[in-house]
């Protein structure tokens, strides 16, 4: 079992950056899978980035192309998503998810396994 702990949420400016992290434990997440999801009120959730452990690339929503990064530490078996010139419109609750090996689905909530409680993320305008 992975137990994911998502935190770096908050109240942010537009503009502004958060940086948005995800611990894991119980196993060792160095050859899973790694994305967020997010969901905004009234919504339901949608994928925002995913990144491959086989050999790290990355892929994102269009609509946080160029603004947001996934990264990971394997040493620290923590997952980042940094978020920059962040609005309004991505004021969303953030969930970290995890599955072992690679997702067959990765945009879709279907194709993880393990999920994080969720960190809120409100952007000011």
């Known amino acids: 079992q992975v137990q994911l702990v998502e935190s770096g949420g908050g109240l942010v400016e537009a503009g502004g950056s958060l940086r948005l992290s995800c611990a894991a434990s119980?196993?060792?997440?160095?050859?899973?899978?790694m994305a967020w999801f997010r969901r905004a009120p009234g919504k339901d959730g949608v994928f925002v980035a995913y990144?491959?452990?086989?050999?790290?690339?990355?892929k994102y929503a269009d609509s946080v192309k160029g603004r947001f990064t996934i990264s990971k530490d394997n040493a620290k078996n923590t997952v980042y998503l940094q978020m920059n010139s962040l609005n309004p419109e991505d004021t969303a609750v953030y969930y970290c998810?995890?599955?072992?090996?690679?997702?067959?689905?990765?945009?879709?909530?279907?194709?993880?396994?393990?999920w994080g409680q969720g960190t809120q993320v409100t952007v000011s305008s």
């Open positions: 998810a995890a599955q072992y090996g690679t997702s067959r689905s990765y945009e879709s909530a279907s194709g993880w396994r393990y």
């Open positions: 119980g196993r060792t997440v160095s050859n899973y899978d």
């Open positions: 990144l491959a452990w086989s050999d790290g690339s990355t």
